[in-house]
Structure formats: C-alpha cells, structure tokens
C-alpha cells in the first residue's frame, strides 16, 4: 500500500501520483485534501429542526446542501434528521460515515466536491419507525420536508392501512403534538409534483380524519403544506463513480452524490411555523408557486421524458449521447420552442423561458455527470401524465401544434412493450409496467377503441383519432427508426426564429395537469393543428 509520505515512483512527478483515498468520517475531515470542501462547523450543535422523508440522492443534492450552507455561515438552526424510507444499503453508509458524504458537482469547466455535514442525525422507517414518530414528535422538529417520488402520495388501501407507512407514521406523530400541546409544523414536498403542498395535505388529512374529526381539524388549523418547485439534476449513482470520486478527489465515499452546478428552490410563502432562512442561500419565497412548477415540470421533466424514450429506443444510455444525436437534439430544441413553451406564461419573475430553454439544453448535454436515460424512463405511469401529456391536452383543445408530443408519447407507448427497435428486452421500472404493456398492444391491434388507460391518459383516453396516430408513431418507430420518424418532421415545421414568450397563449390555469384527469369532462380535445398533414 502507497503511503501518503513515500516519494513518487522515478520518472514520475509528485502531483501525478494518486493520493491514498481517505475514508469519510467526522474524525478524517482535517486529512481531506484542499479541493474538497469540508464542513468547518460544530455538527454537534445543530438544532435538529428539520425531518426530511425520503433520503435519496436528489435530497442530498439539493435540500441538504441549502441548509449545510446556513450552517456554514453561522446558522446552527436548521440541522436535518434524514430518514430513509427503506434502503438499508444507504442507512449503513452514512451511519459508517458519521452521517457525512459527498456532493460532486460537474459542469463543463468545473468539478467540485463538498461534504455535508448537516445531517444531525438518521434513521430508516422500515427499522426504527418509533424513533422516527419520536423525531417528528419532538418540540425542536419545525419543518418536515419529503422527496418519496410521485408514487409515494398515491395511498393505496395497503399502504394506509400499514401501521408503520410514512404518512401513518406522520399521522402519528400530529397526534402526539396535539395531545401534548406541541405546536404543528410545516410539511414541504420537494417532489417534482403539480400542487405538490396539496396533495401531501390530502394524503395526511385523509388518514386524520379516518382516525378522529378533533385531530383533522387541530392538522388544518395547526400544520402548513407550503407548495414548493426544486430542480437540480442528480443522477443515479454508480460503482464507477464512486472510484473515480475517489481517484479525483482522495476522498473514500461509500454513498456520494454527483450533480450539476444549476440548483433551484422556489417555495410558497406559507409556512405555520418559524420559516428558516433559505432566501440567505438562493432560495425564492413566492406566493404562488404554481406557475413555476408548471414551467419546470412541462419544460424539463416533459423533455426529459421525450429524451428518455426516443433515446433509448435511439440506442443510447445517457442524455448527452442522445443531446449529441443531432436530430435529436434538433426535435428537443423544437419540442420545447413550438409546442410546450407557448402553451405557458411568459411573464414570470425569474423565469425567462427563452433564457431557460437555452439552459436547459446546455443541462441536458452535460457529459460530465453522466445523466442515465433508464432514469428518466422510470414510472412513465405517473411521469407522463403529469410532466407531458398535459402539455398535449392543452395544444390539441386549443387548436396549437402537437405533433411532436404525440411522437413522444407514441414512443412511450413502444417502448412500454418492453423491447426495444431490434427486439432486445427492455426493463420498464413502473409499478404499471404489464397494463402500459397490454394498452401498448391493444391500441396497435385496434385504436378504434381508444387509448384506454382513463386513470393515466385522463380525458385523452377515448380519444380515437389520438390512437390512431399514436398507432402509426409506433409502426413507424419500428419501420424508420428513431431518426427517420423524426427527420421529415423536423424539415416540414414551421421555422420559428422569435423569440417565444411573446407567443405564450396566457391560457394555461385552465389546463393545470389536473385538468387531464377531469373525468367530468367526457369529450374529447379538438385535434391538434397540423396533424392532418402528410404524417399522419
Ligand atoms: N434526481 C433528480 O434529478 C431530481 C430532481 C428534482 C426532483 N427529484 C425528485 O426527488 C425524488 C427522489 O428522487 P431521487 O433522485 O432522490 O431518487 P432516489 O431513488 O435516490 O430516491 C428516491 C427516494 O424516494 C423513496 N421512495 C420511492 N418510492 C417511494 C414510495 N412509493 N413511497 C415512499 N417513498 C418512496 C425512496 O425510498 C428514496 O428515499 C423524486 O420524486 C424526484 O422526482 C429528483
Ligand atoms: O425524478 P423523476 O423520475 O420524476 O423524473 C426524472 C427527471 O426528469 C428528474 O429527476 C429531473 O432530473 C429533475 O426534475 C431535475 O430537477
């Protein structure tokens, strides 16, 4: 084994030789090399105010690094108790680590690595649901912030009926508060949802009120569910990475993180207990967060969908290898320019859509933090109906362009039958894998009876002339490819030069995402324009 003090092998200068990796604990910090920022604040003193539900790596990436850095500059108020959901892996690497670990951020000129060390403390509700009641519980818990996926608000009987679920477990813990006279605390999602405060407020409430109506009514007077829009693109890690964390940077991680330098936060202003400071660290308080959510979720997620499926069946792994791809890169420039972007506001604070679809294809092409297609492609079941099929509901109701949404959605479709363009398998990660399979293949033996899927495809469902080209998207898929389905679509386009926040139809409240699932609304949107010309 190398040590740190012997000299380089001959012929070798000292500053290309490797250091010795470090392993991460609060004991080593000082012995990290000087490219790694270390957390130069009392751990120990951290008031343990805040429950985040859900460690995953967005959470480390994002939520975790603004409260580290209120702890950085002085703030000791604001500590985090993580708790995992149920990833034992994760629980033992940071309880190895004294809860320490690294965020990498890459960009194109830039690679820099940051150990966190916020984390007062953390636990694992599959293992230690009492010690988690008894954190949300306590008086110094303030604020409980959740990233649990958009799956993890849908209760099903099972779910809510297992004592030991995350929301039973914050149920719980509210009633604990009220019968002690603790005061509430605010609950913040920081999942990519639309209404995300109120779909968490539904989910608690609903629990609340099967238990008694005095402990509902205290959760609606005493607890806020503030809305909030995140965005920082995190990656899946992987072995490799980890090595090479650890070659760039000396520094042993069992659980790093890697992500972009882009970060944003944007929160409602509606907070029942002390707000922390975050607007000190680039956090934006807004009275309503709505339009952010939906400019973010329809213009990033919604293109991410479109990267994921077109390309995978394409034959690519990462976003950057498809954003390399020309014609792909061509049809997400399009995608978001002509058909998703004029259907949003274009006058928000902070939020030049022109400025931001620019950036957004800079992210989206970024080689350096490896961005895994599969990752995009998971839970379409959820994903779509929130992040593009909205966008197609509304171009098609209003007469505006939606050909290059029906392809992406035509794409989901055959790439939800499980093989991809040469017939080689393909995993679909969606808890509704075998009915998007099933519906995938209905709708190619007989689109006379619509999509189907009403829960998923919303008032788009029966919509015969949609299934219809959605049909051909996926025979031509399998007939053209990716490339020779996109190409003439791209030349035949109206070119579109100006800027587009001009164009923005200001229609969009009518067509938030739960528009989609208005089951009262039984006919079907007009078609969109330009989907009788020749490719269809
Ligand atoms: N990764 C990103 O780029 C990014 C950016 C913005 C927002 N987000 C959001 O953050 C959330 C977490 O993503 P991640 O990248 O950390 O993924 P991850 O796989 O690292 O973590 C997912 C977390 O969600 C939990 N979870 C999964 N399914 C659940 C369920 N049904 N009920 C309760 N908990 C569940 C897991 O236990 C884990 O803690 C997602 O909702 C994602 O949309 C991610
Ligand atoms: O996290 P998901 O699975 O809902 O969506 C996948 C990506 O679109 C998403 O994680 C983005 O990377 C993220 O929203 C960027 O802020």
Redesign the pocket.
């Known amino acids: 084994m190398t040590h740190l003090l012997d000299p380089p092998p001959p012929g070798v200068p000292a500053s290309a030789v490797p250091l010795p990796a470090v392993p991460l604990t609060d004991a080593t910090l000082a012995e990290l090399p000087g490219n790694v920022a270390v957390p130069g604040y009392d751990r120990a003193g951290l008031v343990p105010a805040v429950v985040h539900l859900?460690?995953?790596?967005?959470?480390r990436a994002?939520q975790a690094v603004y409260f580290d850095e209120l702890a950085r500059r002085g703030n000791s108020e604001w500590g985090v108790v993580g708790v995992?959901?149920?990833?034992r892996e994760l629980a033992a690497a940071l309880r190895a680590q004294d809860r320490l670990f690294t965020v990498v951020t890459r960009g194109a000129d830039e690679s820099a690595a940051r150990v966190i060390g916020v984390l007062a403390e953390h636990l694992l509700l599959a293992d230690q649901a009492d010690a988690v009641r008894n954190r949300l519980s306590d008086p110094r818990t303030r604020l409980v912030t959740l990233?649990?996926?958009?799956?993890?608000y849908a209760l099903d009987d099972s779910q809510s009926a297992a004592p030991d679920s995350?929301f039973e477990v914050l149920v719980d813990a509210l009633e604990l508060r009220r019968t002690a006279g603790v005061a509430g605390f605010t609950v913040l999602p920081?999942?990519?949802l639309p209404d995300s405060g109120a779909t968490a407020e539904r989910a608690v409430l609903g629990i609340a009120r099967s238990r008694n109506d005095e402990l509902a009514e205290w959760i609606e007077r005493n607890v806020s569910f503030p809305d909030s829009m995140?965005?920082?693109?995190?990656p899946?890690i992987t072995s490799e990475d980890r090595e090479r964390i650890q070659g760039e940077f000396a520094v042993a991680d069992r659980c790093p993180v890697i992500t972009e330098p882009f970060t944003q936060w944007v929160i409602e202003d509606d907070f029942s207990t002390t707000r922390p400071p975050l607007d000190e660290v680039g956090v934006r308080f807004v009275e309503d967060v709505k339009p952010y959510t939906l400019i973010k979720t329809r213009m990033l997620n919604g293109t991410h969908c479109a990267l994921g499926y077109l390309g995978t069946l394409a034959g690519y792994e990462r976003t950057d290898q498809a954003m390399a791809d020309p014609v792909i890169a061509a049809f997400v420039r399009q995608l978001m320019r002509v058909e998703i972007a004029p259907l949003l506001p274009g006058d928000l604070p902070g939020m030049d859509l022109w400025r931001y679809q620019r950036s957004l294809i800079e992210r989206f092409s970024n080689p350096a933090i490896g961005d895994q297609l599969s990752r995009l492609c998971r839970r379409g079941s959820t994903k779509m109906p929130n992040y593009l099929l909205p966008s197609l509901l509304q171009a098609s109701a209003s007469g505006q362009p939606c050909r290059l949404l029906t392809v992406v959605t035509g794409a989901w479709l055959r790439y939800a039958r499980g093989i991809d363009l040469s017939g080689a398998p393909i995993t679909v990660h969606d808890p509704r894998a075998a009915e998007l399979r099933a519906a995938s293949e209905a709708l190619r033996s007989g689109p006379e009876r619509g999509i189907g899927l009403p829960d998923v495809f919303g008032r788009l469902a029966p919509d015969v002339e949609l299934a219809r080209r959605l049909r051909s998207v996926m025979i031509d898929l399998d007939k053209l490819g990716v490339v020779g389905l996109l190409t003439p679509l791209l030349e035949t386009s109206e070119p579109r030069t100006a800027g587009f926040a001009e164009r923005a139809v200001g229609r969009w409240p009518e067509f938030h995402q739960g528009a989609l699932a208005d089951r009262n609304l039984t006919s079907s949107p007009a078609s969109c324009s330009g989907a009788s010309s020749a490719m269809w």
């Open positions: 859900g460690v995953g790596g967005f959470h994002h995992g959901i149920s990833n990233t649990i996926t958009g799956d993890g995350l920081c999942d990519n995140v965005d920082r693109i995190t899946s």
